[in-house]
């Protein structure tokens, strides 16, 4: 399979997950329905998670590699407040699109501090999967991704750890040899520097012997919107069911919180692993059709 196959089977993964987990905050629909075997009827729209990793992964199309400036521009011209975006990604994006430099934007927002949520971290497991078998490009390139609009080190770590996950799992399926939960975790923070996303996926290796219920509990479920609230479980899940797409979504969705951004980050590392085959059919049914197709 070529790099942009890998590509294309981790942004199905990513969306199903995202339009999947984003059903779950519409009333009356509960983890119940999944488990007695039926998916929340309808068509399923999918978050900014989706519109941003396809607009990621459309830019990538030519030539593979991050340009921050054009990155940063597409960003701003495709996105869709209506789709979820949280408020300073909404502002971030409109001064991108007004003019603004972007360098100058990451750095301002937050009262200076910068952006340490999770949505580098949400769009980046298909550029992850491009790169597999080499974790080092996947991860300096995740940074360049994540930099236009998260100026924060643990936005950007997030988005590191989540890129070289999908490196890994993308590189085990070419040479069909899964690593064991605690080998993908240590791929994944030999690319981390000190920090509370470092902190916290190695709080996950830790914990790979207890429930989900418990991992969700002592790493948080993305309640926060914060990397490092997020990509720490979100790992421990994909890490402890990398051969199962289906059983992994469910434990994002069971998990609650930030449901969409768990499922889609989950959903994007499994299926650079899993393939497309591993999706259920009728859940790529019914995700909105994509944006784009890489």
Not at 3 to 21: I, K, Q, R, Y
Not at 220 to 227: E, P, R
């Given at each position: 399979?070529?790099?942009?196959?890998?590509?294309?089977?981790?942004?199905?993964?990513?969306?199903?997950?995202?339009?999947?987990?984003?059903?779950?905050?519409?009333?009356?629909?509960?983890?119940?329905?999944?488990?007695?075997?039926?998916?929340?009827?309808?068509?399923?729209?999918?978050?900014?998670?989706t519109e941003m990793?396809?607009?990621?992964?459309?830019?990538?199309?030519?030539?593979?590699?991050?340009?921050?400036?054009?990155?940063?521009?597409?960003?701003?011209?495709?996105?869709?407040?209506?789709?979820?975006?949280?408020?300073?990604?909404?502002?971030?994006?409109?001064?991108?699109?007004?003019?603004?430099?972007?360098?100058?934007?990451?750095?301002?927002?937050?009262?200076?501090?910068?952006?340490m949520g999770n949505?580098?971290?949400?769009?980046?497991?298909?550029?992850?999967?491009?790169?597999?078998?080499?974790?080092?490009?996947?991860?300096?390139?995740?940074?360049?991704?994540?930099?236009?609009?998260?100026?924060?080190?643990?936005?950007?770590?997030?988005?590191?750890?989540?890129?070289?996950?999908?490196?890994?799992?993308?590189?085990?399926?070419?040479?069909?040899?899964?690593?064991?939960?605690?080998?993908?975790?240590?791929?994944?923070?030999?690319?981390?520097?000190?920090?509370?996303?470092?902190?916290?996926?190695?709080?996950?290796?830790?914990?790979?012997?207890?429930?989900?219920?418990?991992?969700?509990?002592?790493?948080?479920?993305?309640?926060?919107?914060?990397?490092?609230?997020?990509?720490?479980?979100?790992?421990?899940?994909?890490?402890?069911?990398?051969?199962?797409?289906?059983?992994?979504?469910?434990?994002?969705?069971?998990?609650?919180?930030?449901?969409?951004?768990?499922?889609?980050?989950?959903?994007?590392?499994?299926?650079?692993?899993?393939?497309?085959?591993?999706?259920?059919?009728?859940?790529?049914?019914?995700?909105?059709?994509?944006?784009?197709?890489?």
């Open positions: 399979m070529t790099d942009f196959e890998l590509c294309a089977d981790s942004l199905d993964g990513l969306s199903v997950g995202d339009a999947l987990g984003a059903q779950f905050f519409v009333p009356g629909t509960t983890f119940s329905t999944l488990l007695d075997g039926t998916a929340p009827p309808g068509s399923w729209p999918w978050t900014d998670d990793a396809c607009t990621l992964a459309a830019h990538l199309r030519p030539h593979g590699v991050v340009d921050q400036d054009r990155l940063a521009q597409a960003f701003a011209e495709h996105f869709e407040p209506y789709r979820g975006y949280g408020g300073g990604a909404v502002v971030v994006l409109r001064r991108i699109r007004n003019g603004e430099p972007w360098r100058d934007v990451a750095r301002e927002a937050f009262d200076g501090q910068g952006s949505g580098a971290a949400m769009r980046v497991a298909p550029l992850g999967a491009l790169h597999a078998g080499d974790p080092r490009t996947a991860a300096l390139e995740a940074m360049r991704s994540a930099e236009v609009t998260h100026a924060h080190a643990e936005g950007i770590l997030g988005a590191v750890a989540v890129a070289v996950a999908a490196a890994e799992a993308g590189w085990a399926r070419r040479v069909r040899n899964p690593p064991s939960p605690a080998e993908l975790l240590d791929a994944v923070l030999g690319y981390l520097i000190d920090g509370r996303v470092r902190d916290g996926v190695r709080q996950a290796r830790r914990l790979l012997g207890v429930s989900a219920a418990e991992a969700a509990y002592e790493l948080g479920n993305g309640a926060q919107v914060l990397a490092q609230d997020t990509v720490p479980f979100a790992l421990w899940v994909a890490a402890t069911r990398l051969d199962d797409y289906p059983g992994a979504i469910r434990v994002c969705i069971e998990a609650g919180g930030d449901v969409d951004t768990m499922a889609a980050i989950v959903g994007g590392i499994v299926a650079a692993y899993t393939g497309r085959a591993a999706i259920p059919p009728e859940w790529l049914s019914q995700r909105e059709p994509l944006a784009v197709m890489v």
